[in-house]
């Protein structure tokens, strides 16, 4: 009888050993891994969000020794900051996410779950985003300067201070302007090498108002990488114009005949009201009877 409790006991026991060996062999596998760039702010996201486990990023330049990033070993969260990490920016990167147990839980398992990324390289991949410009229209009326700020990125400096894409791709940078009246739909482009572009007679007309989108161009990308994020439109001030440029003659005739429309029928309506007060009076008068002598 003890014989067959300790049997039942030990086959209870390794049951559960082997139930728990299981489990830990059945974390999620990450989906959806991709990197996501702007202004070589750089993330690595992926799906789903965990519950019982967690996980862990690794990275390396393609073909070196895989290292961890500090704030991505076993997270609960579905992104890595990788941004000050990848500092040889015309290196490609490849990253694993590991499907590991909760913090402070053992496993008997020597290999996680993972999954792979794609290959990224920040001076090719990143997006750019959207610059932001002034407009300077000189006093003739003639020259129409857009004033382009470099867009800062996600680095920086020996001196601590943000870089900018010009630090980054130098003369490769370019941008690429968009404009058009104001009035019309009708549009043109320009590319400048700097980030102060001139408009002259050859592109506007004097003191007509245009609207500018600006953004960045680096033609040494692959063609659906060379154009970063549209700017926010931005108009010029037109010439001062008269009263019947402004309004045009249609509205300022339409107006002339609404005032003398409404002028007319409150003519006719006061006309009107005095004569029926008139005869209104006049009945009044002839119905009093006359006083006897």
């Known amino acids: 009888m ?35 760039s702007i202004n070589f702010k750089t993330l690595l996201m992926w799906d789903p969000k965990p519950s019982n486990y967690s996980y862990t990023v690794e990275y390396s330049v393609i073909g070196q020794i895989r290292e961890w990033n500090q704030h991505c070993i076993r997270t609960m969260e579905t992104e890595c900051d990788l941004s000050n990490v990848l500092t040889d920016l015309k290196a490609t990167y490849s990253a694993d996410v590991l499907s590991e147990p909760l913090h402070r839980v053992n496993s008997d398992l020597t290999e996680f779950p993972h999954t792979s990324s794609e ?9 750019i985003g959207r610059p932001e410009f002034k407009i300077e229209v000189s006093k003739d009326k003639r020259k129409i300067t857009l004033y382009v700020e470099d867009p ?32 019309s739909t009708g549009k043109k482009t ?7 572009i ?19 161009y680096i033609p040494s990308r692959s063609t659906d990488k060379q154009l970063g994020e549209l700017s926010q439109r931005q108009c010029s001030p037109g010439a001062n114009k008269s009263f019947f ?19 007319v029928v409150a003519i006719v309506v006061t006309v009107v009201c005095c004569q029926r007060t008139r005869r209104a009076s006049t009945s009044g008068k002839e119905g009093v009877p006359l006083r006897s002598v």
Do not use: H
């Not at 290959?119 to 997006?127: A, I």
């Not at 320009?190 to 102060?196: L, Y």
């Open 2 to 36: 003890l014989k067959m409790e300790r049997k039942t006991f030990c086959s209870r026991l390794c049951t559960v050993l082997f139930f728990t060996s299981c489990v830990s062999g059945n974390y999620p596998k990450a989906q959806n891994v991709s990197w996501l």
């Open 119 to 127: 290959g990224f390289t920040p001076y090719q991949d990143t997006l």
């Open 152 to 183: 800062p990125i996600a680095l920086f400096n020996k001196q601590n201070k943000l870089k900018t894409m010009r630090d980054v791709f130098a003369d490769e940078l370019q941008y690429k302007v968009t404009f058009g009246k104001a009035t």
């Open 190 to 196: 320009k590319i400048s090498a700097s980030s102060e």
């Open 198 to 216: 001139e408009l002259d007679r050859r592109d506007i007309e004097p003191g007509v108002s245009y609207c500018f989108n600006v953004q960045a």
């Open 245 to 263: 440029e402004e309004f045009g003659i249609g509205v300022i005739a339409g107006f002339i005949l609404l005032v003398i429309t409404i002028v």
